[in-house]
């Protein structure tokens, strides 16, 4: 980068934190980097400067690359939640484009640092995400590239399956699961014991059977790296990395919609602001930039940055300025208004996705965003049919949506027993009746696949289909079964 | 949240990110690879894809591939509720109306806004070239002793040896620098001065002689009432490729096109591929007429012969066409029989062969035959995703016939 290029931005990025700070963000310190269009496709591929080798990440790449020289998507920013916070600006950029970009870099980074659900991200995990690669390059040396990769496709197959809250919990001991199935049962002492006994209900006699695991565990790739007896320890290495990146992510993909949206509030924000200084002409460059950013649809998908940005505006303009509103029960309130930032601060600390839309996703809005549900009609056997816009009145679009927010669309499938029949067989359990969609068969088959070759003897999955309870048992790392029990 | 220092602190970085860049190379070439691995397993759908039948070599296609994303727990796509929102595309006047079809399966990832839900497949371009080039990895002609090889003598010119003389043009400068080199060097004081009396060197060419071989395949097609557009397409796609592969080995193949029902006819390929069915059937007539075709047209000593059936194996003349099958054996260097049928419509008369297969009559017949000839090959087509196994019974590898013989 040239001096006076350097000197430039270093100016704007000065002007724009002193109105960001003017506004009320707290932005933690940024570190800029501005790259070529290359360098931005590999961040964006990896996450992170420095990460381990993996082909879905040259996946990934690829797919940047063909969006971008296709012209359908173009990245101008990206922003790693770190200390202090990396930001990567696209060397192509306009002026006017950077200036927009470090304005919305603003907002993501007051949002990191706002929201509860990074309270616990590990802010050096850029630095552990070095010293993965570099273990696991090391790693490659020493067992081959193909040991490591078929590793690799497993964990990451995984990756979903770990325990965001792990932070944020402790974790029961095995010696207190132990202590806990060891004691003996509680004998009435209370004068109130008889109450648990009106309804004639024997007291519960703890299961004195040792369980592995205690409990049923959702942490998959957890459990697996712990518990099984075939990993070398490399392979447990290579699964607890992988664990500790995608806890680390977790915030993020919760937070999508949210944090594109809060970044675009506050960008607009910013640039308008009469100390930011904008001439007329950057400004209209500027209105233009922002409004394809937030306008269109994804035609399958939502606009994370639209529908985040006019949900915060509504939220703004709803405790600014208040209009008559009806509560849950159907009275008539008013608040008493000039609380517009206070209550988005408010909501941006403590919400993630499914609630703020929960919450904060109107009628008004759903129609305003265009937002719909729609569904596969046709053959589903032969896959030949079309997608469908379905009639949901607008509160079921709004649970189905947070729900769909809620689970980041992973099944709830946990380690129900990791000596099943007493054969070190591996059962695993789908809870249908919570997820209430089916797994898709093709996919769990090859799934199971790969978790066969971290356990090394059968696993078994139980689910519903269709009212039905099925157990899908992988005996040999090939072929599933699929029974019904 | 630190309250009182509200200053926002930065840094520009200046240093070039040229260096960093290519970090993801060996992952791209991984990811192409997998691609192309995965590619190879899904021939069989893009064997009997009609748009790649019916290409040129050139035509860069672009392939669906099925298969190469990470697996997964997810829920099945075809049974969840989604949720979109509206652009141009889909909106009409305003709101995206109940009912709108947003898309069909399988156009998804053609759309430029978003991508259909679930779709895991991937598109690679590829030319049909490419694909061959995979295929052909996998096949390979019986090892026969070829004919034709004193017939026809092709040249072409290598350029594989170096002179003293020649056209400036042919200049091999690289090798005059060193030869100057070499000679300075000797005299004592290394430079390079070219002496052009001895230092210059001029590639030369030599004329590299190819045996020009030619093969012949005689499509045989059974168009008696019981086939139909169903089986005119699979003999059309086998074909299409058996072509495609025999031009890789031979320079100049030829193709005769028989069909057949109580009588036999030589047709032009569009009325082979879209003759269709009547009247009953004979099959010796085409084997008849091949063998005309042969005497006439095509001698056994300097062509290569490839002819092949394709009936739904209910015949009158049975015998018959074992005792000239045995006669096309002589002159041939390959004879196959392709059973066209519809799976789930089998019915009473058809024998199962010695290893399971159920073959109708005169499938069944040819399995007792010519089970132990390696030159008579067999091979049933229910389904476009026959053809690729089809073919690759056919044209196995070499080693691969022994294994299983």
Known sequence: ?485 | MNEKDTTFRFFINAEPWDLHSGRARRDIARHDQRVRETLRGNLSDIVSNEDIVTSDGQKIIRVPIRGLELPRFRFDPYDEKHYGQGNEGTKDNGQTQPGTILGKTGEGSGNQAGHEPGTDVYEAEFTVDDILEMMFEDLALPDIEERGRDQLVKSSLEYTTVRKTGPWANLDSRRTLIEAYKRNAKMGKPGWDIDETQDLRFKSWEEKLDPQTNAVIFAMRDVSGSMGDHEAYLARTFFTWMVRFLRKQYSGVDIAFITCHTEAQEVDEQTFFHLSGSGGTRMGSAYQKALEIIDNRYNPSSWNIYPYLFSDGYNWDDEACVLLVKKLLDVSNQVGYGEVNHYGHWDGDHSFGQDGQSWAPLGALYDRTFRSDERFVMSQFGAKEDVWPGLKQFLRKRHEVLATA
């Open chain 1, 1 to 485: 980068m040239r001096a006076e290029d350097k000197a430039q931005l270093e100016d704007v990025a000065g002007v724009m934190g002193e109105v960001a700070g003017q506004l009320g963000l707290q932005p933690p310190a940024v570190s800029f980097d501005v790259v070529p269009a290359e360098v931005m496709y590999e961040i964006a591929a990896y996450h992170f400067p420095d990460r381990f080798p993996h082909w879905t990440h040259g996946q990934s790449y690829h797919r940047q690359k063909t969006g971008y020289d296709h012209g359908l998507q173009r990245i101008y920013e990206l922003v790693v939640n770190t200390e202090p916070c990396h930001a990567y600006l696209m060397e192509t950029n306009s002026l006017t484009s950077q200036k927009l970009v470090i304005a919305h870099v603003l907002g993501h980074a007051d949002f990191f640092r706002r929201n509860v659900f990074f309270s616990k991200s590990n802010r050096f995990m850029h630095t552990a995400a070095a010293a993965h690669a570099e273990a696991i390059n090391k790693i490659e040396k020493e067992h081959g590239l193909e040991k490591v990769e078929q590793t690799l496709d497993a964990a990451l197959a995984l990756a979903m399956h770990v325990d965001p809250a792990r932070e944020f919990f402790r974790q029961k001991s095995m010696a207190e699961y132990e202590e806990e199935r060891l004691r003996p049962p509680d004998e009435p002492t209370m004068d109130y014991d008889d109450i648990w006994f009106m309804q004639g209900k024997p007291r519960k006699t703890p299961d004195r059977r040792r369980k592995i695991p205690p409990e049923p565990e959702r942490d998959l790739l957890r459990f697996l790296g712990e518990s099984s007896s075939i990993l070398d320890e490399w392979q447990r290495d290579v699964l607890a990395m992988v664990g500790e990146e995608y806890r680390y992510f977790y915030p993020n993909m919760r937070t999508k919609i949210m944090n594109e949206g809060y970044a675009a509030f506050w960008h607009e924000r910013i640039m308008e602001h009469p100390n930011t200084r904008l001439s007329p002409d950057e400004l209209i460059e500027f209105q233009q930039m922002h409004s394809s950013v937030i306008s269109q649809g994804h035609t399958f998908a939502l606009n994370p940055y639209g529908v985040g940005y006019k949900v915060w505006k509504d939220i703004e303009k709803r405790w600014e300025e208040p209009e008559e509103e009806k509560t849950w029960y159907g009275e008539s309130t008013k608040r008493a208004g000039g609380e517009g930032l206070k209550k988005v601060f408010e909501v941006a600390a403590d919400y993630r996705d499914s609630e703020f839309l929960r919450l904060f996703l109107t009628e008004p809005l759903v129609e305003e965003l265009d937002l719909y549900e729609y569904k596969f009609e046709g053959d589903k056997q032969k896959r030949q049919g079309n997608w469908v816009v379905q009639q949901a009145p607008w509160e079921e679009l709004r649970d189905g949506l947070a729900n769909h927010l809620m689970g980041l669309e992973v099944p709830a499938i946990a380690v129900v027993d990791g000596d099943f029949e007493g054969r070190n067989e591996l059962l695993l359990s789908h809870d249908a009746g919570s997820d209430l969609v089916p797994l898709d068969f093709d996919y769990a088959r090859r799934t199971l696949g790969l978790i066969h070759s971290l356990w090394g003897k059968p696993v078994h999955l139980d689910t519903i289909k269709d009212d039905k309870h099925l157990r899908l048992t992988c005996n040999d790392g090939k072929a599933v079964d699929v029974k019904p029990f």
